[in-house]
């Protein structure tokens, strides 16, 4: 039987503020995926829609979450590996969402999926600001593998880092930029950092153990180098994997939002 934390949405709010640190137009990217899964569930954004949708990489289920107040009847399946964040996600999300454990380095990560959706189809697959920390070689892998576990018709959207290569002078003001109003939301005590969030969700009496199983998933190490090529390569990779079209629909400074549909 799972064991629900007892503050869900605490942990929830302080995973929010903490993200919103560093992506202060965070809410802008979510929008524009499920701007995306409206369209090719061919709603009008009403509620009305009952989409099957993948949060990959999905963490506490911030896009789960989100999906779910947007389409109340979404059946969603949140994806991820680590035990801190999959447990919050998990006592959120309740009976609203399966759970799944898996390491998308690993290409038998879909054979973890519920066989009904590997069976029919997914109408979305979502990810944010997750698979930079990928090497470029299985990302894409991955995007060939996601475009498999989509329904004809479905779409794939990645949100993260990905610098205009056409301002490679200015990608950098905007990056010194964002990082000098992030370090003065940490000093005023507006927002917690990375590794402050992470000391804290170690001391929780109830997210302890789930740290210290963290620590032997990621041993001395957060994860790998991060990785953060233009969007114009993500565009290039999901036409290889077989995507049929693909491009930018979102972007806010040196983050973009890339889909792609099977």
Do not use: C
């Amino acid at each position: 039987m799972t064991a629900y934390l007892s503050n869900p949405s605490i942990w929830q709010e302080s995973w929010d503020r903490q993200q919103e640190a560093f992506l202060p137009d965070r809410e802008h990217r979510f929008e524009a995926m499920l701007d995306a899964v409206a369209a090719v569930s061919d709603v009008s954004g009403t509620g009305g829609a009952a989409p099957r949708l993948l949060d990959l990489a999905g963490g506490t289920g911030s896009i789960s979450l989100r999906a779910l107040a947007r389409f109340p009847l979404a059946r969603v399946t949140v994806l991820d590996q680590d035990p801190v964040l999959l447990t919050i996600a998990a006592s959120s999300l309740r009976d609203r969402a399966t759970i799944v454990d898996a390491d998308l380095s690993d290409p038998e990560w879909r054979s973890k999926l519920p066989h009904d959706a590997v069976r029919d189809g997914f109408d979305a697959v979502l990810t944010a600001t997750a698979l930079h920390w990928l090497p470029a070689e299985r990302v894409g892998a991955l995007y060939a593998e996601i475009r498999e576990v989509l329904r004809p018709g479905g779409v794939f959207a990645n949100a993260d880092h990905m610098p205009e290569e056409g301002l490679p002078e200015l990608s950098v003001k905007l990056r010194d930029h964002a990082r000098a109003q992030r370090e003065a939301r940490y000093a005023s005590g507006a927002s917690t950092s990375w590794p402050d969030w992470w000391a804290r969700a170690a001391a929780d009496e109830q997210l302890a153990p789930k740290a210290v199983e963290r620590e032997r998933i990621y041993p001395a190490r957060e994860h790998g180098e991060e990785w953060t090529p233009p969007a114009s390569w993500h565009v290039e990779a999901l036409l290889a994997g077989g995507f049929r079209e693909a491009g930018v629909i979102w972007r806010g400074g040196t983050d973009a939002a890339v889909a792609g549909l099977r």
